[in-house]
């Protein structure tokens, strides 16, 4: 039976980045659902500061729906749509970047509703809190200057994460481009870009949101890693990698790699949806699995 492909993705984006995927993958016979997180897609909030002209003080004080959101919520949405997927057959859980976090924990809780773990440079913390990751040598290559350069209000008095991505400044511009998508065209940055939403929520969990040998551990298991990712970079990705096989020896990653940046394979997506009906293939257990590049 032919699993059903369950996207969840990362930090202000939302389910829309999928669609070229979503077309790839059903091209290739597969079915796949995109989820909108809790307060992403059609549930954000685009305050009308947001809007042109620009109202920078108000977009820095208009409260978000994300505000007291926390990744328990996206946990609990998240495990709603796998229960209604499973009714349907396996499941293919696949996360990108900080989707990673809600897709860890949602295994956690319910190892039962999925049949394979597939994480594209996405987070999986193991021996640290996330947020903990982020002071290791492994993020010392990480370009996080863009991101920084268009955030809004003070995140403690909004509740909520606030980047103005609308910005027209060529220097942010380039540097939020040479972050998420340096192999891209400056029109397909653009288009990028304006998939983002200006919200996101502050929670990222706790200590006891990690991977789990008892229960995620037991879920065969795929990473894709990209190598040009300048925002979670690949050194990062195979530390993750290896926290992971230490933690469950007996089920392995099994490992692919492309080639391109931390939004490439969204933006071009037939590589990526290639390599995710190769994984849809392998058998039911990650024991042995042997990495693939």
């Not at 208009?62 to 229960?83: R, Y």
Request: proline letters at 9%; charged letters at 20%.
């Amino acid at each position: 039976m032919q699993p059903t492909f369950v996207l969840v993705h990362g930090a202000f984006a939302n389910s829309f980045s999928f669609a070229p995927l979503q077309a790839e993958l059903g091209l290739l016979g597969h079915r796949c659902v995109a989820v909108d997180l809790p307060g992403h897609g059609f549930a954000a909030t685009y305050p009308r500061a947001y809007q042109a002209p620009q109202d920078p003080e108000g977009l820095a004080t208009a409260p978000g729906a994300l505000k007291g959101v926390t990744l328990a919520d996206n946990v609990a949405h998240l495990l709603g749509v796998l229960e209604r997927a499973k009714r349907h057959g396996p499941v293919v859980l696949v996360s990108h970047s900080r989707g990673g976090l809600t897709a860890t924990v949602a295994a956690g809780r319910r190892p039962d509703l999925i049949d394979r773990l597939v994480y594209v440079s996405a987070w999986c913390p193991v021996d640290l809190p996330v947020g903990a990751y982020y002071a290791e040598p492994e993020m010392a290559g990480a370009d996080s200057t863009g991101l920084a350069s268009v955030m809004a209000g003070n995140p403690a008095e909004l509740g909520v994460l606030r980047a103005n991505f609308r910005t027209a400044d060529p220097a942010v511009l380039a540097s939020l481009k040479a972050a998420f998508l340096a192999d891209g065209t400056d029109d397909e940055f653009l288009v990028f870009l304006n998939t983002f939403q200006p919200d996101e929520n502050l929670d990222t969990g706790t200590p006891d949101d990690r991977a789990r040998a008892g229960t995620w551990g037991r879920i065969p298991r795929s990473y894709v890693r990209l190598t040009e990712d300048a925002a979670i970079p690949l050194a990062m990705q195979d530390r993750m990698i290896r926290e992971g096989d230490a933690l469950t020896p007996d089920n392995p990653y099994d490992v692919r790699t492309l080639t391109g940046s931390h939004l490439k394979w969204l933006v071009d997506p037939a590589p990526a949806a290639r390599v995710l009906a190769g994984v849809a293939a392998l058998p039911p257990t990650g024991a042995g699995a042997a990495p693939v590049t």
